[in-house]
């Protein structure tokens, strides 16, 4: 470790121990803040999953960890090891063309497309298209964009999102590349090219494409491997889609315009093919999920877990913007993983009696799609079925007052009525997801418990539709997600965090002390994960 590793590792330590044995009857948001401080420190660089810099993230919580006398709770002490598959791209030695009427026109990579690389990409591949709409089989709704369609050998076109009359909890389960590629392989389906629905971008293509030759990650091992046969994986500009549909009596515009409404789209092969030739290459490499427990009270329940997760790592360093190449994640996620911290400071200086036990989850590589709570969710480090629920927490933006609380998974548990209770007696209400088309429901780590069974939810920090709250969220993520400015230098309301800490507390000694476990409600889709099939 470099001298400068050293001394700062020496002083994660003594901020540590300090912060460990400050007094705290309460949440002022203060100490949340310094624990975001250190995480989203430049001197960790982005905590890149697998990197040194996350190595003493991981540290400093462990040290926070051992100062309050939360126990361990991985397979190495705090630790979980988890060993990743590595994919990189050299852009100059692969290619993408259209290729219509037997004439090739060469794609411009990173300007009007690029590579995935979720999926382990073919070297060469050359097959035609064919427009699936939003590209989504949900039996449950009778409904199958692929119906009728001749796809074996084909790539499916598919503009992201999905129909209104879908819930947001199921069309987001169906849009997962795991459910996706399952429906789409059926068909013969050779590969994908995503086009980004317009309308509910997070970020502006130019710094989507920014970091596209940043290294991909996938869990090593058969058990994982959720895209077999997928042979090429391309995301296009939604501004050159037009090209796509040329001579077909149709226009990206217009198909982009019911999909902004949600309405169903036409399905058509499309005149064209695509040429790719990819050259990529992989190696391993290792990052670790860290765990600690809280120990209930209850000789009959003590053994039930309620879980606290927030992912640890970020993006590291990546293409610069405004000189600044470090992309530190304070709020993605350095706010919940200190969240995390300052519960078990609380529990620590506030003690409450707790039937159930705490288990406290920081996973890794969320950032290269929900890697390391995938892992865990499959190899918990406590006994299988132990775990009665999880609250997930993952960028939760403290950046207005909290008097809205954006509720994730809402209708599907018990949880919800928790949820909605605890929030109310403090004064905040409770909304449903606003935007269910962002998939925010399996878009963090809470999915990956929920597909083992274990009832879950997400809360954010809400807003009314259309009002000036919701303009400031729209624009930090237009301007500060995934991008360097989310940095400690950005305007916070520590007031906000104080009180999203005051529920997320309230509702886990309510759920470690209730009598019953927390429950899937009969009309969930998801209570099939709960019950094996």
Known sequence: MSKMFCFFFVTLAICASALAQSPQTGFDGKSWWEDVKVLADDKLEGR????????????????????????????????QPVKFVVREISEKDSSLALVRDGKAIPLTLGEEAYFGLRAK???????????????????????????????????????????????????????????????????????????????????????????????????????????????????????????????????????????KDRKPLPRFALPLSIRAKAKTMEHEVESANVAGKIEGSDPALKDQYVVLSAHIDHIGIGAPINGDSIYNGAMDNGSGSALLLDLARSFHNSPVPMKRSILLVWVTAEEKGLLGSKYFAAHPTVAAGSMAADINTDMFLPIVPLKILTVYGLNESSLGDDVRKTAESLGVRIQDDPEPVRNLFIRSDQYNFIRHGVPALAMKVGAEPGSPEQAIFKEWSTKRYHAPSDDVNQPVDLASAAKFEEIVRALTVTIANEGARPAWKPDSFFRRYAQGY
């Open 121 to 259: 990409l073919a070297p060469e591949v050359e097959a035609p298209l064919v427009f699936v709409g939003y590209g989504l089989n949900i039996p449950e709704k009778s409904y199958n964009d692929l119906e009728g369609l001749d796809l074996k050998g084909k790539i499916a076109v598919i503009l992201t999102g999905s129909p209104v009359a879908i819930p947001g909890p199921l069309a987001s389960h169906y849009q997962t590349a795991a459910e996706r590629w399952k429906t789409l392989r059926t068909a013969g389906v050779v590969g994908v090219i995503s086009i980004p629905n317009p309308a509910f971008m997070d970020i502006p293509w130019s710094r989507i494409t920014a970091n596209r030759t940043h290294p991909s990650m996938d869990l090593e091992g058969e058990e994982f491997n959720e895209t077999e046969g997928e042979k090429i994986s391309i995301v296009f500009n939604p501004a050159n889609a037009e090209m796509l549909f040329t001579g077909t009596g149709r226009t990206f515009e217009e198909i982009a315009a019911l999909a």
């Open 48 to 79: 890149e999953t697998g990197s040194p810099g996350l190595h003493l993230a991981q540290e400093y919580v462990i040290g926070q960890l051992e100062a309050l006398g939360v126990k361990s709770a991985g397979t190495n002490g705090y630790y």
